[in-house]
Nanobody, 116 residues
Framework: QVQLVESGGGLVQPGGSLRLSCTASGGIWDIYTMGWFRQAPGKQRELVATITRNGNSNYADSVKGRFTISRDNAKKTVYLQMNSLKPEDTALYYC??????????WGQGTQVTVSS
C-alpha cells in the first residue's frame, strides 16, 4: 500500500516563501517521476513541476524562476521550494509519484494560501 505524506503548506504573504515536502512509503518498485500539481477553486488541476529519478525537471511557465523542485531518492522525498509567491499561487497542492511499474499515486493535498 503506497502512501504519500505531504507537509509544508500554509498561509503566507505575497512575496513570501514556503517549502513543500512529500514522502512516499510502501512501494516495491523504484520511483520514476515525482511531482507537484495544484488545483485552485473552480479550476482544473494543473502541473506545477516534475522531476525524474536522474534529476531532469519540468516546470509550468507560471512558476519558472520562482519555484524549484528537488528530490532525495534515498528518502523517497520530493520538495518544492516556492519563492516570490503570488496570490494566484493559492491552491491545493498535490504530490504525485509514478513508479517504474507505471503506477501513479496522489497525495491528499496541502493548502497553500497567499494573501495579505
Amino acid at each position: 500500500q503506497v502512501q504519500l505524506v505531504e507537509s509544508g503548506g500554509g498561509l503566507v504573504q505575497p512575496g513570501g516563501s514556503l517549502r513543500l515536502s512529500c514522502t512516499a512509503s510502501g512501494g516495491i518498485w523504484d520511483i520514476y517521476t515525482m511531482g507537484w500539481f495544484r488545483q485552485a477553486p473552480g479550476k482544473q488541476r494543473e502541473l506545477v513541476a516534475t522531476i525524474t529519478r536522474n534529476g531532469n525537471s519540468n516546470y509550468a511557465d507560471s512558476v519558472k524562476g520562482r519555484f524549484t523542485i528537488s528530490r532525495d531518492n534515498a528518502k523517497k522525498t520530493v520538495y518544492l521550494q516556492m519563492n516570490s509567491l503570488k496570490p494566484e499561487d493559492t491552491a491545493l497542492y498535490y504530490c504525485n509519484v509514478v513508479y517504474y511499474d507505471s503506477r501513479g499515486y496522489w497525495g491528499q493535498g496541502t493548502q497553500v494560501t497567499v494573501s495579505s
